[in-house]
């Protein structure tokens, strides 16, 4: 069974750290995407034989301990890590980055699937809307008229000028009010970017293209949909919004090379135990001879 089990226990540990390989390096060939968040690696033991049982004690005797032989490792849990990264400068209006709390909304518009994402790489597509480079619609509160706020939630939309004008420019600002700016000289906020929280964020399912899913199980913070009230950026524990910049990865490649490190150390070590069972198994089968 030592034999058996040592075999077992090196072939587990190698089967734990491939995995811990892959994810760092998922990791280092994101450095650079935008808004994506690095992934750690946890580790358990397996169950353990119980070669004989503890025991309380007796009047005439001491207490007994366990003893017991582990079988090896096993992948504990695979976590994002949802820490912030960097914001880098663009200088494009349609480039967002959150500094603080929150995520972003988009929908895709062929069947209303709704993703959270940190990647605020927008563009303003031929129909006036905010998406993302493959076409998500940004959401948040639309609808703002002269006098009246955005308060309809739903695709962000720039507005039509009124008679007569044409829209020069927009802005939008850190509580993601988006502004459109007319030749004419005036000016409505017409739309509202708004961010949703999460109570455990760890949660989130990774769809690829820096989107998320499985908003039930992560816990929705707020009002669902989002309000204006409620999910505004800068309030209620939500980031803000900072325009023309951009969210790095946050990944550190010092620590992802430190863990690359020593992960194939521990790969190397476990082999070395599928070897060394091997040899021994040999010598017993050539005893014979």
């Known amino acids: ?16 750290f491939t995995k811990a390989l892959e994810v760092i390096g998922n990791n280092v060939s994101n450095v650079n995407t935008v808004g994506f968040k690095g992934s750690t690696v946890s580790f ?21 301990s366990a003893t017991q032989v582990g079988t090896g490792v096993r992948l504990s849990q695979i976590g994002t890590r949802f820490t912030q990264g960097a914001l880098s400068t663009t200088g494009l209006n349609t480039d967002l980055g959150v500094s603080g709390n929150g995520f972003f909304l988009v929908s895709n518009p062929a069947d209303g699937q709704v993703f959270a994402t940190r990647a605020g790489n927008f563009r303003v597509d031929d129909n006036g809307y905010l998406v993302t480079y493959q076409g998500y619609r940004v ?23 009124p008679t007569g004008t044409e829209l020069t420019s ?22 509202q970017v708004l961010l949703q929280a999460y109570s455990d964020p760890t949660a989130l399912i990774k769809s ?24 505004a950026p800068g309030g209620n524990g939500l980031g803000a919004i900072q325009a023309g910049t951009l969210e790095l990865a946050n990944v550190d490649l010092t620590e992802e090379f430190a863990n690359m490190i020593t992960t194939q150390r521990s790969f190397q070590a476990s082999s070395r135990l599928v070897t060394i069972s091997d040899q021994v198994l040999e010598e017993i089968v050539n005893l014979k001879r």
Do not use: H, K
Not at 44 to 64: C, E, H, I, K, W
Not at 170 to 191: C, H, K, P, Q, R
């Open 44 to 64: 358990a033991d397996s169950f353990s034989n119980t070669l004989r049982s503890s025991a309380p004690s007796t009047g005439s005797s001491s207490n007994q």
């Open 170 to 191: 927009f802005s939008i600002s850190a509580s993601g009010n988006l502004t459109e700016f007319y030749s004419d000289g005036t000016s409505v906020t017409t739309n």
């Open 208 to 231: 690829g293209d820096n989107l998320f899913t499985g908003f039930s199980a992560a816990g929705i913070i707020g009002a669902n949909p989002p309000t204006a009230a409620g999910n």
């Open 139 to 161: 959401q948040g509160a639309t609808g703002g008229v002269a006098g009246t706020p955005p308060a309809a939630f739903g695709d962000i939309q720039l507005g039509t000028p």
């Open 1 to 16: 069974m030592s034999l058996i089990g040592t075999l077992t226990s090196g072939v587990s540990a190698m089967r734990s």
